[in-house]
């Protein structure tokens, strides 16, 4: 950054936050982290003295570091309820903002965060880091290369254990909306629009004209105005007919563009590689799988025919570097560690020393624009669930338990 100054950085959560707070103080040539706040203290002031900051601003009061004069950037890890007023209070003080998936609590607040970001000219991140990892950016290359073509189909599972201890809030449907499709099918969702839109053409963040169709057991809380989904959910997604999407040599056989997602946080459910996506392009199939457990032994390949032999993608693309060894407290943290180490490095940092605002034009980063468009697709999953059938995404539906 030269003599450029270093982005002042608060981060809100000391769960994963805490994951981005060491990622911010590694790199301290271009940040400078300021203060971490935790609802238990004691947790923030552990990660405070982990990342060899312990005389940083340790509070359980996020307006204490949302208030803060010169705070530049605010890292918002928090539960999914407090996103949008955290979010909103730091973009009033002329503050950037990455806030984690999903976005928010209801289309409406993520449009709003959108909207206000924008206004406010702040560069605005959202939190779908599995972009950058290895097997998807390598799949992005091939695509940007012209060896899938235009893309019909994409299937996608996404499959861990139950949540950690201290870690059940993610089904608390005060805390979190839609369950494991919030906690989970959000990122697979995500990352099927983007690579289809890096195909086919540019995906709205409305997906005007999609339609949602979602199988999965719903609680609901007493009082409570919104439905989580229980531990397991099977997604469908389909575009509108060609005309509106994509291209086909031939314009009159009319086409649709597919998306098929599993997600699960029961046990039941086992995989070897607990993550997977396959892409059907008019040129080339592609499986991309990894197992977070063992982040080296992931891996992307590709067939031309069926029943044809499979050839590897080798070496697979690192934007972050390679991975780390799995920990106990974050076992994904070992394949994801460095998806934050590029978020930060090459396009957060980089983006606010130069004050250009966030864009998904670029191709790689995922903004509030990607997180409204994920809302769209978890709130009509969740209604989809309620009636039983296909939904058309943007349409106002009652989410009220019954």
């Known amino acids: 950054m030269g003599s450029q100054k270093r982005i002042r950085t608060v981060v809100i959560g000391a769960g994963w936050g805490g994951s981005h ?9 271009q940040f400078e982290l300021l203060g971490i706040c935790s609802r238990r203290i004691e ?23 949302v208030d803060m004069p010169g705070v530049d950037l605010t890292v ?8 949008h007023e955290m979010t909103c209070q730091a973009i009033q003080t002329g503050s950037h903002v990455f806030c984690d998936k999903p976005l928010a609590m209801s289309v409406e607040h993520a449009a709003e965060m959108l909207r206000l970001a924008d206004a406010r000219g702040v560069c605005h991140a959202t939190g ?40 059940e809030w993610q089904f608390d449907p005060r805390l979190r909306i839609g369950g494991v499709i919030g906690n989970l099918g959000v990122h697979v969702i995500d990352l099927a629009l983007w690579l289809l839109g890096r195909a086919n053409g540019e995906v709205s963040p409305t997906l005007s004209g999609w339609q949602v169709w ?27 007919e ?32 607990p993550v997977g996506l396959t892409v059907h392009g008019e040129r080339r199939t592609y499986e991309a799988v990894a197992n ?17 032999p499979r050839s590897s993608i080798k070496p697979l ?51 509030f624009s990607s997180g409204l468009r994920a809302q769209y697709v978890l709130e009509s999953a969740l209604a989809s669930a309620r009636t039983g059938g296909w939904v058309n995404v943007g349409d106002q539906v009652d989410l009220e338990t019954s």
């Open 21 to 29: 707070a060491r990622v911010i103080s590694e790199l301290s040539d």
């Open 43 to 65: 947790r923030g002031r552990s990660v405070a003295e982990a990342i060899g900051l312990p005389g940083i601003t340790v509070t359980s009061d996020w307006h204490e570091l």
């Open 76 to 83: 918002i890890a928090s539960p999914d309820a407090h996103h």
């Open 128 to 167: 779908f880091t599995w972009r950058f990892a290895p097997i998807f950016a390598s799949l992005a290359d091939e695509i940007d290369a012209g060896r899938v073509g235009w893309i019909r189909g994409i299937d996608a599972h996404f499959t861990i254990r139950p949540p950690l201890p201290g870690k």
């Open 214 to 240: 979602c199988e999965a057991d719903l609680v609901g809380r007493e009082g409570g105005p919104v439905p989580v989904v229980n531990d397991i959910a099977w997604i469908q997604m389909r575009s509108p």
């Open 242 to 273: 060609f005309g509106s999407l994509g291209r086909l040599d031939a314009p009159e056989q009319r086409q649709r563009a597919h998306i098929r997602v599993f997600v699960s946080q029961n046990d039941t459910y086992r995989a070897p590689d």
């Open 292 to 308: 977070p457990l063992d982040p080296m032994a992931q891996s992307l390949s590709w067939v031309e025919q069926t029943s044809h």
């Open 317 to 367: 693309r690192y934007p972050g570097g390679l991975p780390h060894p799995p920990s106990a407290e974050r076992p994904s943290g070992g394949l994801l560690y460095p998806t934050l180490v590029h978020l930060y490095r090459d396009h957060i940092g980089p983006r606010i020393a130069g004050r250009v605002r966030f864009s998904d034009g670029d191709g790689e980063m995922p903004t």
